[in-house]
């Protein structure tokens, strides 16, 4: 049984590029956690998906992010035109179900914008 | 004031000892608590959940939540080397959607 899925790894973009991450839920699992992780820092919640739906994104910031969960395939985060800023670790959770459920993570994808 | 708070440490122990995390929450509604281990450059592991106040044991492993303090803890009996990583307190509330993190201790256990 195959644990939460993330690709890339690493990531390298210039300034002004896209990002996109990718990120396979556990199998059985519907719901979709995307979190930031910089250095010395916690997790950030960033939003919560369900299948075709944005449940929660108050965690997103307005502009350049984006994160969807089609019916098939993966959860998919997306940063348009890339600041150094946005440098970090991006883990995906994924749950069973929402309410107080244990969330799994994946590895993680390492973005680093040069 | 953060809705979580947690010593970062670095906390650095010998083998055998038994080692004291904590966290501190503002938040009353929170009613699920969670102990995550993250080694290096990996992802978060879960490691305990509990729900509401009370004690859950898991081998080496006790997670300790007191509501009425707003506190939590972990112990780690007889650590180990393999214990050395960062350890993440989570919270969560029915009224909400997030998980809330503590920023982590950093645990170093030498042989």
């Known amino acids: 049984n195959a644990g939460v899925m993330q690709n890339p790894r690493h990531l390298v973009r210039r300034r002004g590029q896209e990002a996109r991450l990718r990120c396979s839920p556990m199998?059985?699992?519907?719901?979709v956690y995307w979190y930031r992780q910089l250095p010395e820092e916690g997790l950030k919640f960033m939003v919560y998906?369900?299948?075709?739906?944005?449940?929660?994104e108050s965690g997103m910031p307005k502009e350049r992010f984006s994160a969807e969960f089609p019916k098939e395939g993966p959860s998919i985060l997306r940063i348009q035109q890339v600041v150094r800023g946005d440098s970090a670790a991006y883990f995906c959770?994924?749950?069973?179900?929402?309410?107080?459920?244990?969330?799994?993570f994946g590895p993680g994808t390492r973005l680093t914008v040069l | 004031q953060k809705e979580v708070e947690q010593d970062p440490g670095p906390l650095s122990v010998p083998e055998g000892a038994i080692v004291s995390l904590n966290c501190t929450y503002s938040?009353?509604?929170?009613?699920?608590f969670m102990w995550y281990r993250q080694y290096s450059r990996k992802g978060p592991e879960l490691l305990m959940y509990?729900?509401?106040?009370g004690n859950k044991e898991d081998g080496r492993f006790t997670a300790q939540v007191d509501k009425s303090s707003k506190y939590i803890s972990l112990f780690i009996r007889d650590s180990q080397p393999s214990d050395s990583a960062t350890y993440l307190c989570?919270?969560?509330?029915?009224?909400?959607?997030?998980?809330?993190f503590g920023t982590g201790t950093s645990l170093t256990v030498i042989p």
């Open positions: 959770a994924s749950s069973h179900t929402s309410v107080g459920n244990e969330q799994f």
């Open positions: 199998k059985g699992h519907s719901h």
């Open positions: 998906l369900q299948k075709e739906n944005i449940i929660d």
């Open positions: 938040n009353s509604a929170f009613q699920y």
């Open positions: 509990t729900y509401s106040s």
């Open positions: 989570a919270m969560f509330s029915n009224t909400g959607n997030q998980f809330y």
